[in-house]
DNA sequence: ATTTATCATAAGAAATAATTATCAAAGCGA
DNA sequence: TCGCTTTGATAATTATTTCTTATGATAAAT
């Protein structure tokens, strides 16, 4: 034999405790001559003399007693590696890393970190904010466990699970608040404002308008929708926002928020996470949590 | 099976290092089902996954990524083990306890002990200084690794091995430096000073003047060979000591020291330890370095 | 001197781990 | 979309290891 083995240091271990093979054979359900044989293998493995045998007792030699310390120590961290992996598996913890796209982190995060942390008080949760694109890259390259995107993303490796469902309202000027609703075709002709390239609601938003790309008119591409908010505040146009941020974005601004009418701009958010990843049974209970987060809060 | 084995923790230590079950495989020198198995087992036994398995590549868990380092944790103190058993056998480390009787302690020890640091400086000796029986006693009960004593002990379960031989010489008041040398049997009637019952040498010095057990005149049984020479000094009698003893015990005495004639008393001092001792090696090179350190010294 | 306790050894049986061959799934390229 | 390749899983067989039972050897105990 090469090496050493658990199973020798387990019989070594018992050995010296009960120092007598027959009962540490007993204790480790085992006949003698396999106790003796292990520790003999253990001692040709080693090139030293664990046991110095008397004919009525036996006794550890001094490097004996060294290394059963050492034996019980690995032991230790062997059995540890099994309360691990209980511990990883009957409820989450340790790391979780959640991505999320910026037109909803704002909004949704606080409340969810909030439940989840509660609920898993030893999760140690890490938000990424970034746009959809990046969140599926860091999420491919397991940087990522979840990410909180807009539905579809249709990856046949990505398991994807629906949230909850957002409408997009229009933000006008204030003064502009008794204005007739336009519909969304007429958007094409106003000042549209929108997020800049890379964000999925800048699309949905385009799509809404039946535009494929950007639009015919100039728009002045914003970095987060607290930046279109002030603009529209501004007079500099109107802008889409999602039904979640009207509660933060408009609480500083004197703007008008008017839902569309049927059919109203909607997009679906979902949760989604790698098929293969272990902890889908998780993800799905946090999804929950989620869920039910959003929908106390929008 | 019912435990993890260092083997399959060494096939995940290459697994996670390789990222890859075929390579892995190879660097663990078998084929790639036989890794396959062993970690699938390992996952079975912990009930947790280890490995995330993707069609194109393969990636921790997150349990697997804190057990991977509980693994190498593991494994190198298995290796530590090894290195410590070759360590241990190489040279004398660790601790050496020595029994010594009191008639050759104070002569022999400040050199030997001097001496064996030197050899090896990892040895950490300790001495113990008692009466050949309860030497004898602590060696069987595994208290001490070896003994220097008056040669033969007859036990059959201790080695023994001669170190030198060692006169013994009379010490007489400085007065009677040039009285005529008494013969053995007249010491008898003079007035002779021993050691307190338990001491070898009280026996030797005894048997020497050919009397089986107590003389028959009165003698003050005294506790060291200090203690005798001082009380010859005082003119109470006269005594013998080992040779070796002559130069330390008469410094600050008026005593005259005197050989006596063919046959001289004489006594064989020799190292013992138990046959089964695996230092059984490094105490016979042991004694070789003592048997040089009485020889320079007496 | 016999008995008892204790560990070592041997041979065959059981369990475990390895190999080779094959399969299935998914990425990749035309 | 159709092979083709890569990669890991599975199955059947073989090899190895480990265990058990039976027995031996030695020294302590009576």
Chains 1, 2 share one sequence.
């Not at 493995?45 to 290394?67: D, K």
């Not at 046949?156 to 519909?183: D, G, M, Q, Y």
């Not at 015919?216 to 607290?226: Q, T």
Request: charged letters at 25%; one cysteine or more.
């Amino acid at each position: 034999m090469i090496n050493i083995t658990l199973k020798q240091l387990r019989y070594f271990e018992a050995l010296a405790r009960h120092g007598h093979f027959g009962r540490a054979a007993d204790a480790c359900a085992i006949s003698q001559p396999a106790l003796s044989m292990q520790i003999k293998e253990m001692e040709e493995v080693l090139g030293a003399a664990l046991i110095e045998r008397g004919a009525r007792q036996i006794r550890l030699t001094h490097f004996g007693e060294v290394a059963v310390e050492r034996a019980r120590d690995i032991l230790r961290a062997a059995d540890e590696l099994g309360d691990l992996a209980r511990a990883s598996k009957e409820r989450l913890v340790g790391r979780l890393r959640i991505g999320v796209i910026p037109t909803i982190a704002p909004y949704l995060l606080p409340k969810v970190v909030g439940d989840l942390s509660t609920r898993y008080p030893e999760l140690d949760i890490h938000v990424r904010e970034t746009v959809t694109p990046k969140l599926i890259q860091e999420l491919r390259d397991g940087q990522l466990d979840t990410a909180i995107v807009a539905l579809p993303i249709s990856e046949n490796w990505l398991a994807e699970i629906p949230l909850f469902e957002e409408n997009f309202v229009l933000v006008r000027a204030a003064k502009e608040a008794n204005a007739p609703l336009p519909s969304a075709d007429s958007l094409r002709e106003m000042r549209l404002l929108l997020l800049e390239e890379g964000h999925c609601f800048r699309d949905q938003a385009l799509s809404f308008c039946n535009l494929q790309s950007a639009p015919p008119r100039e728009v002045l591409d914003a970095s987060s929708l607290s930046t279109l908010v002030q603009m529209v505040s501004a007079g500099m146009g109107v802008t889409l926002i999602p039904e979640m941020a009207v509660p933060v974005e408009t609480r500083s601004a004197s703007v008008a928020i008017s839902r569309f009418q049927e059919p109203e701009p909607v997009r679906t958010i979902g949760m989604v996470w790698r098929q293969t990843s272990p902890l889908s049974g998780q993800l799905r209970e946090i999804s929950e949590i989620v869920r039910r987060s959003a929908g106390i809060d929008g």
